[in-house]
């Protein structure tokens, strides 16, 4: 049974941190590409940031500078390190993992079959 489950969501002040972590497990075949996404009230979800199994990543422009995401094969765990954070990321986001895809749909939420349930992030000024 495929299961990714996010943690690390919070509170937390203008211009602070969270680290979210997204531990993956149950799957057939090596999820080569993995993501975060997240969606705020009355948006639509986006892209945060992709990484494939080699360590290539793609960043929103919104984040680049700001977000780190990184992943450890070894431990079956995907993370998001969110620095200088500001209201504009209040959202849930979300893990995603899909067994391939190119470099330029790193973000794009229709190449991901597999999702987390959410973790919600929120940011007061």
């Known amino acids: 049974q495929v299961q990714l489950a996010e943690s690390g969501g919070g509170s937390v002040q203008a211009g602070g941190s969270l680290r979210l972590s997204c531990a993956y497990s149950g799957f057939t075949y090596a999820m080569n590409v993995m993501a975060w996404f997240r969606q705020a009230p009355g948006k639509e979800r986006e892209g945060v940031a992709g990484i494939a199994r080699d360590g290539a990543t793609r960043y929103a422009d919104s984040v680049k500078g700001r977000f780190t995401i990184s992943r450890n094969n070894a431990k079956n765990t995907l993370y998001l390190q969110m620095d200088n954070l500001t209201p504009e990321d209040t959202a849930m986001y979300y893990c995603?993992?899909?067994?391939?895809?190119?470099?330029?749909?790193?973000?794009?939420?229709?190449?991901?079959?597999?999702w987390g349930q959410g973790t919600q992030v929120t940011v007061s000024s």
């Open positions: 995603a993992a899909a067994q391939w895809t190119t470099y330029s749909d790193l973000i794009r939420s229709n190449k991901y079959p597999f």
